[in-house]
């Protein structure tokens, strides 16, 4: 099994070593804790291991906490490095108006990281701007709408939780564009007014989105915006200019 290390541990009472498989001792815990809590503070993503002793006890479709007798086997950091344009293209937007929010998988040390990085969250922003999927859940549809206007950033989402998130902001007149590039996405991509999916994401996000990134790239969406709205702004004109010589 492989999924949010936090969650991981909690399920796991023994570790696997060069010894064979051990009880897991608290300090063990501790310091595993502590290891990812160090790769996350610095924007690494984080993908913990685990595996069930016997293959009878997995059940299709069973949550991870349902599990309690996972084999600890360790995690990775990897480094997902921001694009260079991407905090310019995220700055530009904000000051057209456009509020941009990340909903991510990672846990929430290392989106805050991110979001730091690419601009989503300032020095000013108070400490409520960010909220895990798991507190989302646990909040009805109105609550949830309250949380929206000032959060910034969603960490540990599910599939769901995306598509919910939209159809609420849709709920309060927002006007909402959703990207992604996995099939769990589809239905938000579908949900939204625009759905934009990734040059390489699947053929499922494709096929459920209204534009395709070719590059992969938010400055992509920061020049589709502009252009769309000068667009719109020259066919006002042109009505304008008609209406008025007529």
Known sequence: IKGAPELLLASCHQILTAEGVKPFADSTRVSIAAELNQYETIGRRTLGFAYIRDPQD????KELEQYHDL?????????DPVREEVPNAVKICQKAGVKVKMITGDSRLTAVEIARE??????????????TGGKLRSLDDEAVLEVLKK?????????QDKQRIVQLLQ????????????????????????GLSMGSGTSVAKEASDIIILNDSFASIENAVMWGRSLYQNIQKFILFQLTIN
Request: aromatic residues 6%.
């Open 71 to 79: 084999i600890w086997l360790g995690f990775v950091a990897i480094a």
């Open 118 to 131: 690419i601009g989503i969250i300032n020095q000013d922003d108070p400490n409520d701007y960010c909220i």
């Open 151 to 159: 959060v910034k950033v969603i960490a540990r989402a599910r599939p």
């Open 171 to 194: 709920t309060s007149g927002e006007v909402v564009a959703v990207t992604g590039d996995g099939t769990n996405d589809a239905p938000a991509l579908n949900q939204a007014q625009v």
């Open 58 to 61: 997995y059940q299709q479709g």
